[in-house]
């Protein structure tokens, strides 16, 4: 980029800077006048031009540059070659960054006089708003200021923003510096209404920066060519960004907020004036923050908390969160977390799916999903880190002790990656658990924020959750000034610090009566076990002990969590009491909360202790007998409901994508047994398919099996921590079983995968691929030592068994079903490519 400064001698010098490296400067918006009458690059590199009008310009933007405390400014007549075409390109690609980028931006309103202005108050009606690359000007910096014709500063976009409004349509919160990713793309359209550009072409390309796509400018194309490859390119960015989601993180939080009943700020808040913090953020080589504590301490309020803070940033900083909940099986996984982040980080810097895109173009949305979906990911967000135009991002993960599959790599991963990009800064959270501290350990430039090592700050924290809790409380159950008194006095003696001690105590006394308050209190032991134990006591002394120790187990073990309507239907019920689960649910101390009539547990703590302190309590015969249980009231449940034509469409032609459910649905209390039977069918699938292997070799069960399964397959998705971890590249599979049933060995002939289509590459249709075909596959995966003839590849480490069996490198065997066998292959010395008779290739890699 080139900037200009004044010398000493009062004379103008243009300077160039590599663009990670600049100076702070100033950006002139102005409308151009005659091309005769403006300051070239040439000019200024003549020092000359001094006499056109366009000099005035420029003479102003240093003097307010200057005034401004800023020595470099740029503007676009003089600070661009524009007879060097290259350049010019290079130059309309980064406009809108180098306007974002300025440290102020002025606008320069030559049709305006702040003479006039007093008697035609109507700065907005200036030439300036009706051009085509102001508007980019207008949106992409985040200080805009505004001048007469006489230089007379009229305000900035944040003063002026309900005139300028008024005349451009842009919401508020887009002038405010939101990110214009949060604005449809209908809506960023209609901005650029009644605005013209002299070339046509530019119409198209002044938008680029506004949707964050990259568009090489071709002159001479014409209008319509540039608006079709400006929509092309924003079509491709959000189908990518669409396959990427899976949960919208935004979403999750404001859930998980109010689930816990709402973010208290003075309860937080705490953390701003906390050294450890101020020294994380405030220290460039500081990158990661690890916050840990026990259970219940307030970690996942105090991310949430920290997140808003972040969001304040004056320059709009990229944040980017996950949080992990071991119960909700979307957001529970390695890939699940990095999938989160990566689509958060890339609504807000779109500009930065061109890394999925080299992927995702070949692969689509199974790039995210099937078991290479960790492999990819990894890539694609190291490619992000690295990429020089990130912005300065913060990237969230909470929970990390509830990210129940592929905890390790998850924190390997952060580990080795939280130090890569200067301009990118990790929180986590997590428990006290040692398996992460050593993980993350290992995590150069590092700060460790341990709640139990605040405890001052969190017990002044947690002192106005009290109070607040307790004030609430007394207005909603009008409390006497005693009652209110003691319940404040005993939870501020008892509650050691810990958060979710005082909420489960407060939704307690919610449900009691007033009379019994003060008796109550007595009763709540400080210790979160201990008031858990104490919950226990009391619901055996109930009347429905036996019913309420049962919806507990079952809630416990089952895999998600369920309605009202389906818990009825799964658990084997001492008594009838199908229309009082509510009242049950009551009954079950606090373990349980109901939120949009689905039964959750109200803290992972609650989980934890009834599936590990409780266990003999809750399951006396075994947690294997609630599975028998809710297997066989499952089954009893759909024989006595499932009939034909369940929903009365009557026409045999109907569509099931044209059913609507009818309200009640019949069918509302069976889902949880319907996922069951599709997991009975599945297992079925899995062991018919991999019979062979694993009447032959038990093993097989946890690598063939597994790896050759569909991506769908509810078997594999369930047992995916159980899948062999050194193999890098694993055989792409199609999303749900094939027409094959099973393959019966000793047959000749191959048998085909019908529906499968997933194949890593197919290089020929039908004919068999060779191995020289092999060996460039290889070769373009940037495999060296690459060997065709197998007999030479005994001593290298990974093999194919002289009957096409076995995958092998003498540690790991992998059998392979008569589909994947070779007809021909090539080996590198951890890799080996594999050609079917389909046609197919897949390429194994042995770490
Ligand atoms: N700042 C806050 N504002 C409002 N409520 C809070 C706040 N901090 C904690 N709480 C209350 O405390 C409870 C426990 O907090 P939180 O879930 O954040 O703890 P945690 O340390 O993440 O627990 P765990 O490790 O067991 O998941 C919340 O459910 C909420 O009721």
């Known amino acids: 980029m080139h900037l200009l400064k004044y010398g000493e001698n009062g004379d103008l010098a243009i300077t160039s800077f590599d663009d990670n490296e600049l100076p702070p400067y100033a950006i002139l918006s102005h409308t151009w006048g005659a091309d005769e009458e403006e300051v070239t690059f040439t000019d200024i590199v003549n020092n000359g031009g001094k006499d056109k009008p366009g000099y005035k310009k420029i003479r102003f933007c240093g003097e307010q540059a200057s005034r401004d405390g800023l020595e470099y400014f740029w503007i676009d007549t003089c600070c661009i070659n524009k007879e060097n075409q290259a350049e010019l390109s290079l130059a309309i690609d980064s406009m809108f960054r180098w306007y974002r980028n300025s440290a102020r931006c002025y606008v320069y309103l030559s049709d305006v006089s702040s003479q006039t202005l007093n008697t035609n108050p109507e700065p907005n009606r200036s030439r300036w708003f009706t051009r085509g690359w102001t508007l980019q000007e207008l949106l992409a910096p985040s200080v805009v200021e505004f001048f007469s014709r006489e230089w007379c500063k009229l305000g900035d976009k944040i003063s002026l923003k309900s005139e300028i409004h008024e005349v451009t349509a842009i919401p508020y919160e887009a002038l405010e510096g939101a990110p214009l990713s949060q604005f449809s793309v209908e809506e960023r359209f209609r901005w650029r209404q009644n605005r013209h550009t002299k070339l046509k072409e530019d119409a198209a390309y002044s938008l680029s920066g506004i949707f964050d796509v990259d568009i090489a400018p071709i002159y001479g194309e014409g209008g319509e060519e540039a608006f079709r490859r400006l929509h092309d390119k924003i079509r491709e960015q959000v189908e990518c960004l669409r396959d990427l989601f899976a949960t919208d993180p935004l979403k999750d939080k404001k859930r998980i907020e109010e689930t816990k009943g709402g973010l208290l700020a003075n309860s937080y808040r705490w953390v701003l004036d906390n050294t450890t913090f101020q020294q994380w953020q405030?220290?460039?080589?500081?990158?990661?923050?690890?916050?840990k504590g026990d259970p219940g301490k307030g970690k996942t309020m105090l991310l949430c908390g920290i997140i808003n803070e972040l969001h304040k940033a004056p320059n709009h900083v990229t944040v980017s969160h996950f949080f992990?909940?071991?119960?909700?099986?979307?957001?529970?996984?390695?890939?699940?977390?990095?999938?989160?982040?990566?689509?958060?980080?890339?609504v807000q810097q779109p500009s930065l799916v061109s890394h999925v895109r080299k992927k995702h173009d070949y692969a689509g949305r199974s790039l995210f999903e099937d078991a290479n979906a960790w492999v990819a990911l990894t890539e694609i967000f190291?490619?992000?880190?690295?990429?020089?135009?990130?912005?300065?991002?913060?990237?969230?993960?909470?929970?990390?002790?509830e990210c129940v599959t592929d905890l390790p790599m998850l924190l390997d991963f952060v580990a080795k990656q939280s130090s890569v990009s200067s301009c990118v800064k990790w929180i986590v959270s997590s428990r006290n658990w040692p398996n992460i501290e050593a993980q993350l350990e290992r995590a150069g430039h590092k700060v460790r924020l341990s709640l139990e090592l605040n405890a001052e700050s969190v017990a002044a924290a947690v002192a106005v959750f009290i109070q607040?809790?307790?004030?609430?409380?007394?207005?909603?159950?009008?409390?006497?000034?005693?009652?209110?008194?003691?319940?404040?006095?005993h939870l501020t003696t008892n509650a050691n610090d810990t958060f979710l001690w005082v909420a489960l105590v407060c939704q307690e006394l919610g449900r009691t009566a007033n009379r019994h308050v003060l008796k109550k209190l007595a009763v709540f032991p400080p210790g979160l076990d201990d008031l858990y134990k104490r919950m226990m006591q009391q619901m055996s002394e109930s009347d429905d002990a036996d019913t309420c120790r049962c919806v507990l187990a079952s809630t416990a073990v089952l895999y998600r969590p369920v309605t009202i309507h389906e818990l009825v239907a799964l658990i084997e019920q001492p008594e009838d009491v199908s229309n009082d689960m509510r009242e049950i649910i009551d009954l079950c101390g606090s373990f349980l909360t109901v939120r949009e009539d689905t039964v959750y547990f109200v803290h992972q703590s609650a989980k934890d202790f009834l599936l590990v302190k409780a266990s003999n309590e809750v399951f006396p015969n075994g947690m294997e007998e609630i599975h028998r249980a809710i297997f066989s009231t499952s089954l009893a449940h759909l024989s006595s409901i499932l009939h034909r034509d369940m929903y009365s469409l009557k026409a045999l032609g109907s569509a099931v994508k044209n059913v609507k459910p009818p309200h009640p649905d019949p069918l509302a209390a069976s889902h949880y047994p319907y996922r069951l039977t599709q997991l009975v069918q599945d297992a079925r699938r899995f062991v018919m398919y991999h019979k062979q292997a694993i009447e032959s070799y038990p093993l097989q069960t946890y690598t063939s099996a597994l790896l050759f399964s569909p991506t769908g397959s509810l078997i594999r998705q369930l047992?995916?921590?159980e899948e062999p971890r050194g193999i890098a590249i694993m055989p792409a599979m199609s999303d749900s079983w094939s027409a094959?049933?099973?393959?019966?060995?000793?047959?000749?002939?191959?048998?085909?995968?019908?529906?499968?289509?997933?194949?890593?590459?197919?290089?020929?249709d039908s004919r068999a691929v060779n191995s020289v075909d092999l060996v460039s596959i290889l070769a373009l995966s940037h495999f060296d030592k690459i060997i065709t003839n197998r007999k030479q590849s005994v001593c290298q480490e990974v093999t194919i068994s002289s009957d096409n069996i076995w995958v092998s490198d003498n540690v790991q065997k992998l059998w392979l079903p008569t589909e994947y066998r070779p007809v021909s292959s090539a080996t590198s010395s951890r890799c080996i490519g594999v050609g079917t008779g389909s046609g197919k290739i897949w390429i194994c890699s042995f770490e």
């Open 740 to 764: 094959c049933l099973q393959t019966l060995e000793g047959h000749s002939g191959l048998i085909w995968d019908a529906s499968s289509g997933a194949c890593l590459q197919t290089l020929l």
């Open 719 to 721: 047992f995916r921590h």
């Open 468 to 489: 607040r809790k307790v004030d609430q409380l007394a207005q909603e159950k009008q409390y006497k000034a005693e009652v209110r008194d003691a319940v404040l006095q």
């Open 282 to 291: 405030q220290d460039t080589h500081s990158r990661l923050l690890w916050v």
């Open 324 to 346: 992990c909940q071991a119960t909700d099986s979307r957001i529970n996984s390695a890939t699940a977390a990095l999938r989160g982040l990566l689509y958060m980080l890339l």
């Open 382 to 401: 190291v490619d992000v880190l690295r990429d020089p135009s990130l912005r300065p991002t913060y990237l969230v993960i909470d929970a990390l002790d």
